[in-house]
Structures are given as C-alpha cells and as structure tokens.
Antibody, heavy 122, light 111 residues
C-alpha cells in the first residue's frame, strides 16, 4: 500500500540550506512519482515540485525554481528535497506526497508523509 | 491568493449536511482537470478524501461525496460528526501556471 516516513525537524539560519528526507516503504519507487508540498504556519498547502518515477526528471513551481533540488536514492527507497537560500518565509512544514501514479497532471496525492518542520531564524 | 477559491469557514450541527465549494477557472477545471479533496485533522498531515471529482478514497465513509460542474466543485458531508471537524482542501492542475494547485482551505466547525 505504501508508507512515507520523513526526517525530523530542522532549524536553519537565513541564507543556509536544508535537506529533508522521505523514506518510502511497501511499494516500488518506479511505480509512483513523488511531490513535495509545504504549509506555512496557519496557512494552506503549497505545491513545490515533483520528481518522476522512472527517469528522476523534476519539475518545480516557478517560485521555487533555482532554489529547490529534488532527488531520490533507489537503493534506500528515499526521496530528498533540498531548499537553498532560506529566508524566514520558508518556515513551514514540508510534506512528501506520493502521486497516484506517474505524475500526470490529472493525478492526485494518495499518500502523505507525516511532515517535517523547518524553522528559519537568526 | 489561491488559484482555487474556497470559503474560509463553514459550520454545522451534528447530523446536518454541509457543503464546501471550490471555484476554479478556465485554466484548471474549465480545461478538463479534475478536482480532488483532502482532509487535514488538527496537527496531522493531509489525507486523501475524494479523487477524480467523486471517487471516495479507501476507508472514507459514504457520508462524504464530491461533484464538479463546469468551473465549480463541491464537497458534501452528510450526517455531520464531531470527528469531521478539520480543514478541507481542494486540488487540481492549472495549465496557465503549469503546476498542481490547491484551494486556500476551508475550516469546518461542528457546533
């Protein structure tokens, strides 16, 4: 069925980078693409990007282009999202969310990680 | 400002029926993209509720139903229960932004 377990909370200073991990289990990574979604405190959900299930190509929301890097390690079934040049507005809970299949625009997010709180503060 | 527009809050008494609207545009719903709904209980990750406009995710009670017509979509909850108190988000794909998009979320309060 599939389970996603994310890494623990992180604190970073402005200008630094953070790398969040998402370990998948119970399914094959080549069967499903993976999205990253974030939620600022008290705010709604914001889509960040997707990594393809087969060739690991990525696509990100325009506002994150140049700052976000999404990768995966098939040997450990783990996905990674690295966000650079952090600012206070990046303080949020970051979620990995499994695509319902191959990353088609008509797809949805069928499994979610528990979330990772990233706090950016000087 | 979210691409998909939801009311910030709705409320209802136990046993009642409530609906949550989600209004899109010609670049998402109007372009033929479906709506999906997620429930986020307090302090937890979102959970898939409805997919493909009206399909119920595994384990979701029949009290929850979804529909879409033109550039609008609706989530309906009948027989409201205290455990339904949560935030609800609609989601689709937008061709102008070339990205997956969410509504701003609706907080459901069970009176």
């Amino acid at each position: 069925q599939g389970k996603l377990v994310q890494s623990g909370a992180e604190v970073r200073k402005p200008g630094a980078s953070v790398k969040v991990s998402c370990k998948a289990s119970g399914y094959s990574l080549t069967d499903y693409s993976m999205h990253w979604v974030r939620q600022a405190p008290g705010q709604g959900l914001e889509w960040m990007g997707i990594i393809d299930r087969t060739d690991s190509t990525t696509k990100s929301a325009e506002k994150f282009q140049g700052r976000v890097t999404m990768t995966k390690d098939t040997s450990t079934s783990t996905f990674y999202m690295e966000l650079s040049s952090l600012r206070s507005e990046d303080t949020a809970i970051y979620y990995c969310a499994r695509d319902s299949w191959g990353g088609h625009p008509k797809n949805w997010f069928d499994r979610w990680g528990q979330g990772t709180l990233v706090t950016v503060s000087s | 400002q979210s691409v998909l527009t939801q009311p910030p809050s709705v409320s209802g008494a136990p046993g009642q029926r409530v609906t949550i609207s989600c209004t899109g545009t010609s670049s998402n719903f109007g372009a033929g993209y479906n709506v999906h709904w997620y429930q986020q209980l307090p302090e937890t990750a979102p959970k898939l509720l409805i997919y493909g406009n009206s399909g119920r995710a595994s384990g979701v009670p029949e009290r929850f139903s979804g529909s879409k017509s033109g550039t609008s979509a609706t989530l309906a909850i009948t027989g409201l229960q205290a455990e339904d108190e949560a935030d609800y988000y609609c989601q689709s794909y937008d061709t102008s932004l070339n990205s997956w998009v969410f509504g701003g979320g609706t907080k459901l309060t069970v009176l």
